[in-house]
């Protein structure tokens, strides 16, 4: 079975300089496969090289496709499906597409046949029936991403449903070192 990786989120308004810092800390403590810049329009090409120097691939929430190459980003992270056809054509290979499907099914599934390369999930906010994650990896596969932030102590109940990507909690933002001690952590957890 593949460990899942880790898919980080930034919070809005973090200083471009600090979210870099925060990375280089997770990136070197654990598995990081791409960040989502919450707030696309404070990073600039420098900043979002840097990130991929990391091995990020670094994705733009809510962008339109020109700010994606404006700053030379990796992909784009959608938080609705009303425009992701238009996208999918404005976007070729490598740029990649990703869609935060919340806790809708319908969502997921008209995701994935709009051509999604990964879909998102608040798992969290789930209140009955089959957890989503689990659901969508016995029916799809398109890769998931379990995007409500997880501790060490929260995998325990997150890893059963078998996601390909997690996001970390939001305290790996506080500091550098923060960062580095909630990966290793993480990455502990998951090995």
Excluded at 80 to 100: E, Q
Aim: aromatic residues 4%; hydrophobic residues 50%; negative net charge.
């Amino acid at each position: 079975m593949t460990t899942a990786r880790f898919f980080l989120v930034t919070p809005g308004g973090a200083a471009p300089a600090h979210v870099v810092a925060c990375a280089r800390a997770a990136c070197a403590a654990g598995d990081c496969a791409a960040i989502v810049l919450t707030t696309p329009d404070d990073f600039s090409r420098a900043d979002v090289a840097a990130l991929q120097a990391l091995g990020l691939a670094v994705l733009l929430k809510d962008a339109e496709p020109r700010a994606l190459h404006h700053v030379k980003a990796d992909g784009l992270h959608i938080t609705t499906t009303a425009t992701l056809a238009t996208l999918r054509a404005a976007l070729k290979a490598p740029h990649s597409l990703g869609v935060d499907c919340a806790t809708s099914r319908h969502a997921a599934m008209e995701a994935a046949e709009a051509g999604a390369d990964y879909i998102g999930f608040h798992q969290q906010a789930q209140v009955a029936g089959e957890p989503l994650l689990r659901w969508w990896g016995d029916i799809a596969e398109v890769p998931a991403v379990a995007l409500d932030p997880v501790t060490a102590e929260g995998l325990v109940t997150l890893l059963p449903q078998r996601p390909d990507f997690v996001t970390p909690d939001a305290s790996l933002w506080d500091n550098p070192e923060t960062a580095r001690t909630l990966v290793t952590a993480l990455a502990k957890a998951l090995s």
